[in-house]
């Protein structure tokens, strides 16, 4: 059911933690289950050269947030910005698609954590027009199928 990619993601996650100072952090929870995510950010020059991120959810939050943290590492924060929760998902071989929801949690931790960073700079990301971390989003079509 699950690809080799999502078990070695799941069963030895990267970039585990949490960074001191960091200079972003988001979190966001899943309404769908309560799963929650945090993750950090270190940015230098608009690139992300550090990013740690916490989990409390199921095997595949944790894969998908796994590599969600692989994918934009020494990314730039647009970058970082347009990183789909369907990119994450083909970058592990795939999600059975009830599972399709717990990589929308990756997603949106990247961006919260990228709005919380622009606002503590007052830096505008046209990427986050329209973006409300306190909306839960978990209906939006993403692109993908759900089935539940
Ligand atoms: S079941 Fe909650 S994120 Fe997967």
């Not at 690139?47 to 969600?68: E, L």
Request: charge should be negative; charged fraction near 30%.
């Amino acid at each position: 059911m699950y690809s080799d990619k999502v078990m070695d993601h799941f069963t030895n996650p990267r970039n585990v933690g949490e960074i001191e100072n960091a200079d972003a952090v988001g979190q966001v929870g899943n309404v769908k289950c309560g799963d929650i995510m945090k993750m950090y950010l270190k940015i230098d020059n608009e690139v992300i050269v550090d990013v740690k991120f916490k989990t409390f959810g199921c095997g595949s939050a944790i894969a998908t947030s796994s590599m969600a943290t692989e994918m934009i590492k020494g990314k730039t924060v647009k970058e970082a910005l347009n990183l789909s929760n369907r990119a994450v998902a083909e970058a592990l071989d795939g999600l059975p698609p009830v599972k399709m929801h717990c990589s929308v949690l990756a997603e949106q931790a990247v961006k919260s954590a990228i709005y919380d960073y622009a606002q503590k700079n007052n830096l505008h990301y046209e990427e986050l027009d329209g973006y409300n971390p306190n909306e839960e989003d978990d209906h939006h079509d993403h692109g993908v199928e759900e089935e539940d």
